[in-house]
């Protein structure tokens, strides 16, 4: 069975390896994506000290800067004292792309007008997510994904050491010649990494295979669908719709201790506003997952959902991309995760080196046979 598992890790290795190291390597970068965007593009800071504008002050500037005939659907908000709050402009670049307009949280001006997925960190986060290639891409990554959770558990068996072994399982041998020192430094860093790279590849397949893992944990424990509320439509004179600033303040006496994180804003004429929010104690601190509905008009609330109640099937599916991005696990964490992304590279070069230089040897080895054997006639 360990020969068996060898072989398949040594080869599905050297198959897949190089898309996993370039896939591993995006998903580090991405880990302090904003902070990485933020220095790529300094426009994007602000005075982190300065008084905050109206929400309504920063949709309409939003507006302003976008193409004329976009429609805003979201607004993200700041994330840390002087960084951009972000306004999205589904399909408004034409072929489906959507624009997004950073905005200063201070002075409610237009900082950048970007398209979603041609700046770095954009076009980072659609390779890792589907190679910039589609559904077709995302297909392949999440079969990367189930490569990457069979190396990782092969890796462990393969490793397990015999009785009395223990004491060299972990050691890396650095004067015994490049070829030892790379099979150790695989075994090392492989076991080191392998609970982290197997949780990496668990939860990128339960994000990219959302339908049926969700049908898989619903058969183990309920997951209940979401509300949907609409508003009701009586958009006169009298009653026009309510502002995002009032949504936002009406929405904070459900969650008031919480930090509002996203506004949805209604985009048809039945649309509800949905505000986001993260309260102490969510696994999704960077975007939230305690939700508020609230009716356009009256600005009244429709419906709330607060994930810390939620039941477990639910809780189970919440905690994936926050564990996947490293926002579950804290500043530690998201470092482990960066230097975990950038382990497959690692093993591959590791792997790589040890097969060829076998492989070389073997050559050499046939070749010396028969020079032998020519020099016997």
Partial sequence: MRRVLLKLHKYAGLIFGLLLSLIGISGSLLVFDHAIDETLTPALRSDPNAKLASFDAVIAAAKAAAPSDATINRLYISRAPGSPHTARFPNAAGDGKTVEVSISPDTAEAVAVRVWGEYPMTWLYSFHHDLTAGQTGKYIVGAMGIALLFFSLSGI???????????????VNRH??????????????????????GMSAFTGISLIFHGPMKAAVNFISPV???PSPESTFKNTAESPAISADTAVKNAKSVFPDAVL????????????????????????????????????YSGEIL???????????????????????????????????????????????????????????????????????????
Avoid: C, M
């Avoid at 068996?157 to 050691?171: E, K, T, Y």
């Avoid at 500043?331 to 992304?341: D, I, M, P």
């Fill in 157 to 171: 068996v393969i490793w397990w050491p015999r009785r009395g072994q223990w004491r060299n399982a972990l050691r």
């Fill in 176 to 197: 015994q010649g490049p070829i030892r020192l790379n099979y150790d430094l695989h075994k090392f860093i492989g076991i080191v990494f392998s609970i982290l790279l």
């Fill in 224 to 226: 209940i669908e979401l």
């Fill in 261 to 296: 994180k996203r506004i949805y804003l209604p985009t048809s004429a039945t649309a509800s506003y949905q505000l986001l929010f993260a309260q102490a104690g969510e696994a999704w601190t960077n975007y939230g997952a305690s939700k508020v509905w609230v009716d356009q």
């Fill in 303 to 377: 419906a709330s959902w607060n994930p810390l109640t939620a039941p477990s099937g639910n809780s189970f599916l919440i905690w994936q991309f926050p564990l996947h991005s490293g926002d579950a696990l804290g500043l530690g964490g998201r470092w482990l995760l960066v230097f975990s992304g950038l382990s497959p590279a690692i093993l591959f070069g590791s792997g790589f080196y040890l097969w060829w230089k076998k492989r070389q040897r073997r050559i050499n080895n046939q070749r010396r046979n028969a020079e032998k054997n020519l020099g016997s006639v």
